[in-house]
């Protein structure tokens, strides 16, 4: 019963940490796609945040913009885990340890991308607001960019606040999660995001090949 029960909250734990990956995937897809056309998007300090951008600029495709949806949703939550599994790989090749939970680790960092998915709703709602009373049919023109949206001016400065409320809260749960302390943790934290990087981009590189071949 206690091992079932421990499967289940496993089960639990990466559920939800898929489903804020996936909230996160959608509140940046409206920032980037606002920001973008007006060239005035600023880079977002959050681990999740840079390894998606790798895994989708370096795997991109020349297909509908419903594909192109489709796969940007699919790369943050993966970015997300591979993150995780950096840290806490890394984490035991340093302290020749168990490490953290896995499953815990992901729900409890996926947590901290919080901030930027609060934003989401009201992107939402000014997307389908361009041409007066909001409209479903409006806000996915701009969400499949078929329609233009102006950033406001301070769009890029709150995501940019939030990305670092998420960066402190981050740090507060690696604190929590890992034992190392000091330089060492500096170290650790360098090296898990140095094979975090070179992950992403060969992983997106590799699977750019196939995925183009099928869907170009």
């Known amino acids: 019963m206690v091992r079932q029960f421990r499967h289940l909250r496993s089960f639990a734990y990466w559920c939800g940490a898929v489903s804020l990956w996936l909230s996160l995937a959608f509140s940046l897809g409206w920032y980037y796609t606002f920001t973008y056309y007006g060239r005035s998007g600023w880079p977002l300090p959050v ?3 840079c390894g998606g951008l790798l895994l989708y600029y370096f795997s991109v495709l020349n297909v509908d913009t ?12 993966l970015a997300g885990v591979l993150w995780v599994l950096a840290l806490t790989i890394t984490d035991r090749r340093v302290q020749h340890g168990d490490g953290p939970n896995v499953a815990r680790a992901l729900w409890m960092f996926a947590l901290c991308t919080v901030p930027l998915i609060l934003p989401a709703p009201y992107m939402a709602y000014v997307a389908g607001t361009d041409r007066g009373p909001w409209d479903f049919h409006t806000m996915m023109l701009v969400a499949l960019r078929r329609e233009f949206v102006s950033p406001r001016p301070w769009l890029s400065p709150l995501y940019l606040v939030l990305a670092l409320a998420a960066i402190a809260a981050h740090i507060a749960v690696y604190r929590r999660l890992f034992s190392i302390r000091g330089q060492r943790a500096w170290r650790h934290f360098l090296f898990a995001a140095i094979v975090f990087v070179i992950v992403c981009v060969t992983l997106a590189a590799t699977a750019a090949i196939p995925l183009r071949f099928f869907f170009e």
């Open 66 to 77: 419903e594909v192109q949806a489709l796969h940007w949703m699919i790369v943050f939550p």
């Open 47 to 49: 681990p999740e945040a």
